[in-house]
């Protein structure tokens, strides 16, 4: 186990490299009384509100995912160590991470928890093996080249109910993330693939999007959750609300309509973008410190974002419960933002600025090239323009200079043009989940050597 002790200075370890990780990281640049030591489990700054275009060929992954590393390279006051943390202990003021078979223990002064929320299947974790969903760079690398793939089967098919069954393509959950991902999915089939294969024709796919729920996007309110699903419903998308998702297998799923009646759907593609579940370490902290968790393991942590009996630990972003903020990138870079000012004000001996006060900026969703929804402030508008702001809105928070550029050549290429850039799907991609599954849950006893 290496040890890790770092000076005088105040020591901050910041956990997650996401939006409260590094917000949070950075707003602290100018202090050169302070180290901090920025412990993740990717060796990248993931901007996940774009996963769904890697997942669609438009956007490869290094534009949205660039080196967390190289970000930080001339913040001498901040270091990276990559690994996965298993243990934060509050008493001893110490958060232990593992890389491969090394542990290495980091001290804290102060501690700024960012390690966000990954998928929630509602207790039927065994769906994941047949619905990935979109969380990590992993899950829309292989969501790609199972769509792709889907199309290639299909070109192959000795029977019609196996081309269908390889063109059908099911999207559960119609937040933001499922309608970009039927949107994009409809495009991907009526625009891009449409001259490209001989025997099928793309433009013929299936492309259904369900949610449990009457509505969709309901984050939006009535007014853009209806005018998302009339463009989606004119690309062709089959959306289908009051469809509660109860068991999906390699070929398809079973949902339960609104009448309680059961409906079995044939889909090679199957997608999960319902419901997310805090990170376990949430769990951690509130264990130690007394905090209550919600369902989604969620932490509830007091108004000033920090956890009872422990000022100098901070959560922020997807991980907390509070005041019903929602699960949205600017929520953990305030977040961290606030908690970066508390501790310069501590060691400053400056007064405290008091409660955690979240400024809504406003919430947008593509649902396909050139139409968007948008609520801002008491403004809510769709189509064009909302594309526009979402268009803008979304370079400006692309981190890097070059991966602007990129962004901007590769979205020129798909929006004006017909192409996708990236559209390169690896066997390793699709199937190494699989094998990394099975490898953890020991060999095969048919594969284990006799005698
Ligand atoms: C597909 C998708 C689309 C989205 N679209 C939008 C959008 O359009 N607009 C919007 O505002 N929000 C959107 N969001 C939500 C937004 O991305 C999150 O709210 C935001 O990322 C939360 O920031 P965070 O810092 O809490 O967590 P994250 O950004 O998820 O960062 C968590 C970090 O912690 C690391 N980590 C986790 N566990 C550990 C561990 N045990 N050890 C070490 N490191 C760990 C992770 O690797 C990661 O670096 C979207 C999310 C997804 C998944």
Redesign the pocket.
Known sequence: MTSTSIGRKHRIVV????????FGTQALRKRDDVEITL????A?????????QVATGILSEGEIAPSTREILARQKNARVIL????GIDLEARTVT?RLLDRDTVTEYDSLLV????GQSYFGNDHFAEHAPG???VDDALELRGRIFGAFELAELARTDEEARRALTFVVVGAG??GV?MAGQIAELAGRTLKHDFRRIDPTQAHVLLLDAADTVLPSFGERLGGAARRRLTEMGVDVRTGSMVTDVDETGLTYRDGDGGTVRLEALTKIW?AG?QA???GRQLAEQSGAETDRAGRVQVLPDLTLPGHPEVFV????IALDDL????????QG?RFAAREIESRLDGEPSQGEFHYRDKG???TVSRFSAVASVGRLRFHGFLAWVLWLGVHLVYIIGFKNRVTTLLHWAVSFLGRGRAERVATEQQVFARRAIEQASRGVPDELKESG
């Open positions: 956990i997650g490299s996401g939006f409260g990780g590094l412990v993740a489990r990717t990248q700054h993931l901007f996940q509100p774009l996963l769904y690994g996965e943390v298993t991470s960012s390690a966000g929320a979109m969380k990590s933001p993330t970009e973008a997310v990170s376990p370490l922020v972003g997807d991980m929602p699960g949205v990138a600017q929520v953990a870079i961290a919430s947008m969703a």
